[in-house]
């Protein structure tokens, strides 16, 4: 699956880099990889079974043995709905506990390459051009100031019914930024060949048509 073409796309919590894949994804008929949703989905189930979040045997041993269904519509474990659930913000804060954990990004790498499938991939996280997919023909780094990303998240849970603390988030988002940039495993930075786009003052559909651009620059799209 080497020739498979793989566009990726990384930055922050709140970048828009989730809601732009899916729309690239979308646009060029390809597959979509949200690699933030798996390790979602091993925090809650953690959070659901009291597992400890830094109990690594633990944790390789139940992600290892879930049955995770991810489509645009719903993320499906063990047969269960938990697309909204895995969106709260106590699951927010696990799953970057867990991600920093070395044996469970280990155990989940494989999940994630095996969406590498024709016609493409557009794979959204926070390593996916310097881990995952290294040799991307395509690396995107989406990024914005830590106030607009703390506002889109708030009106991103408010619009799903949720009740959040807009002080609240911009605190959990600035720690989890300094902990994901800094965790020894995978941290959160640009690969060195990747495009870096700050989305601060821009609109979703200027962010998507930079992209689209850059996809065409790269060959992966027709050109017209």
């Given at each position: 699956?080497?020739?498979?073409?793989?566009?990726?796309?990384?930055?922050?919590?709140?970048?828009g880099?989730?809601?732009?894949?899916a729309?690239l994804?979308?646009?060029?008929?390809?597959?979509?990889?949200?690699?933030?949703?798996?390790?979602?989905?091993?925090?809650?189930?953690?959070?659901?079974?009291?597992?400890?979040?830094?109990?690594d045997?633990?944790?390789?041993?139940?992600?290892?043995?879930?049955?995770?269904?991810?489509?645009?519509?719903?993320?499906?474990?063990?047969?269960?709905?938990?697309?909204?659930?895995?969106?709260?913000?106590?699951?927010?804060?696990?799953a970057?506990?867990?991600?920093?954990?070395?044996?469970?990004?280990?155990?989940?790498?494989?999940?994630?390459?095996?969406?590498?499938?024709?016609p493409?991939l557009?794979?959204?996280?926070?390593?996916?051009?310097?881990?995952?997919?290294?040799?991307?023909?395509?690396?995107?780094?989406?990024?914005?100031?830590?106030?607009?990303?703390?506002?889109?998240?708030?009106?991103?849970l408010k619009?799903?019914?949720?009740?959040?603390?807009?002080?609240?988030?911009?605190?959990?988002?600035?720690?989890?930024d300094?902990?994901?940039k800094?965790?020894a495993?995978?941290?959160?930075?640009?690969?060195?060949?990747?495009?870096?786009?700050?989305?601060?003052?821009?609109?979703?559909?200027?962010?998507?048509?930079?992209?689209?651009?850059e996809?065409?620059?790269?060959?992966?799209?027709?050109?017209?």
């Open positions: 699956m080497d020739d498979v073409p793989v566009i990726t796309i990384d930055g922050p919590g709140g970048s880099k989730g809601t732009i894949a729309l994804a979308e646009q060029l008929g390809w597959h979509l990889l949200d690699s933030g949703a798996l390790y979602r989905v091993v925090a809650a189930v953690a959070l659901e079974r009291g597992i400890s979040l830094e109990d045997a633990g944790l390789v041993a139940m992600a290892t043995g879930l049955q995770i269904r991810i489509d645009e519509h719903a993320v499906r474990v063990d047969g269960v709905d938990m697309t909204r659930r895995i969106r709260e913000e106590d699951v927010s804060e696990a970057s506990r867990v991600a920093a954990r070395q044996p469970v990004r280990a155990s989940i790498l494989a999940l994630q390459r095996a969406q590498r499938r024709p493409g557009v794979a959204d996280g926070r390593d996916m051009g310097t881990v995952v997919f290294p040799q991307a023909p395509l690396k995107v780094y989406l990024d914005a100031s830590v106030q607009v990303r703390a506002e889109r998240r708030y009106n991103q619009n799903k019914g949720l009740s959040v603390s807009l002080a609240a988030l911009l605190a959990s988002i600035q720690e989890r300094e902990r994901d800094s965790r495993v995978a941290p959160l930075r640009p690969a060195p060949d990747a495009i870096l786009i700050d989305s601060t003052s821009m609109s979703i559909e200027a962010v998507l048509s930079r992209v689209l651009d996809a065409r620059s790269s060959g992966l799209t027709p050109s017209t």
